[in-house]
């Protein structure tokens, strides 16, 4: 597949305060991608780059190959070929659902354009709603009208900016996959901007995990989840906690579940001075990395639980006083100071060296 979007170490700041540093990823034609990442992290500015709305201090865009953004220079946003959904629809108001899908067609022959408008409305789900207004449809309707205006144009790329955080999270899980559907059956190329993960996981082919303008890293969620580069991700993405360790050998690491060997564990921070013999380490251990075993001489106690319909999110005690989460079958309902058996059943943990707590806590 070709490359179709190019971000090439861009730089942004206002003003003084730097927001995007040294940020670089591509993506090819066809794909989705999505930032995500906490509240203020730089996501829209990201975005707002690729549309053109934003100077770059240093770096280069590129799309289809050719240079769009770089330092003293922008090519304006109406000539990239570059979609827009925001948050809010901003749809306009005193326009029927046709007339705002069809506002960017206004070159085309009115008879294309009526016919590009029908077609829209008729992927989106929305051919009877052609002659309303927006107050009168709903907040998802209002948004697949968004989405049909931003596609009607054919734009090379398009950019959604929080496209379902109004819609309450039913809804805005059947839209978000109904969007995604529609993307893929149109072959367009999009990045989705979210702090959503569920989101990001169930729409996104590679996704960008962002902190403090920067990205940690981009990969695929399977990978961000099972093989997070650093410490951020690691924490930022799912749930678990880490578990301090020690090196014994080469491969071998004690942790308070037992002797972990190197065939079910990955340590990403390559650096030798980790496989010395005593070396503090510290394991990450997720929910459905501790299992529950009756007969196991490792027991924890109930200490909180969340219910979560066919499992129960538990969150236990180790005799050292470390809390560990676990999800087990909704089938065993243990009570909370009950004293369970449990037992480590992982094939891909990740180890990181003690003291790398680089901006880990957020
Ligand atoms: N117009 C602006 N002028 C000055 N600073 C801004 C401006 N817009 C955003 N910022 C700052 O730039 C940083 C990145 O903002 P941005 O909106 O890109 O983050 P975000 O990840 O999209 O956040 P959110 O998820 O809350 O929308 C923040 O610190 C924000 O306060």
Redesign the pocket.
């Known amino acids: 597949m070709d490359t179709l979007l190019k971000l090439d170490q861009i730089q942004h700041a206002?003003?003084k305060?730097t927001?995007i540093s040294h940020l670089s990823f591509d993506l090819r034609k066809g794909e989705i991608g999505c930032l995500l990442?906490?509240?203020?992290?730089?996501?829209?500015?990201?975005l707002r780059c690729i549309a053109g709305f934003e100077p770059l201090m240093e770096g280069e865009i590129l799309l289809n190959g050719m240079v769009v953004s770089r330092a003293n220079f922008s090519l304006p946003p109406e000539q990239r070929h570059v979609g827009m959904v925001f948050q809010d629809y901003a749809l306009f108001p005193h326009l029927t659902v046709a007339a705002n899908v069809g506002f960017g067609l206004h070159r085309n022959h009115p008879t294309e354009r009526m016919q590009r408008v029908a077609k829209m409305l008729q992927i989106v789900g929305l051919a009877e709603e052609a002659n309303k207004y927006p107050h009168e449809l709903s907040g998802g309707q209002q948004q697949r009208v968004a989405l049909a205006r931003a596609l009607a144009p054919h734009p090379d790329l398009l950019l959604l900016d929080?496209p379902f955080s109004n819609l309450d999270i039913s809804l805005r899980e059947r839209l978000s996959l109904e969007i995604c559907d529609i993307l893929k059956s149109l072959h367009i190329t999009a990045i989705l901007?979210t702090?959503n993960q569920d989101e990001a996981f169930s729409v996104a082919d590679v996704i960008g995990v962002?902190h403090q303008?920067k990205i940690m890293q981009w990969d695929t969620a399977y990978n961000l989840y099972h093989r997070p580069a650093n410490r951020f991700v690691a924490n930022f993405i799912g749930q678990g906690i880490f578990l301090p360790g020690k090196m014994l050998s080469p491969g071998k690491i004690e942790i308070e579940l037992g002797i972990l060997t190197e065939d079910i564990y990955h340590q990403y921070e390559l650096d030798d001075a980790i496989y010395l013999a005593g070396t503090e380490v510290e394991v990450l251990i997720r929910p459905d990395d501790i299992v529950y075993d009756q007969q196991s001489t490792l027991q924890a106690m109930v200490i909180h639980k969340a219910f979560r319909g066919a499992e129960i999110l538990y969150t236990l005690k180790l005799t050292s006083g470390r809390t560990l989460l676990s999800l087990i079958s909704s089938h065993h309902n243990h009570a909370i100071d009950e004293k369970i058996g449990i037992r480590l059943e992982a094939d891909h943990l990740v180890v990181f060296k003690k003291e790398n707590y680089t901006d880990a806590q957020e």
């Open positions: 206002y003003g305060q927001t990442g906490p509240s203020g992290c730089g996501k829209t500015t990201v929080e901007v702090h962002m303008g």
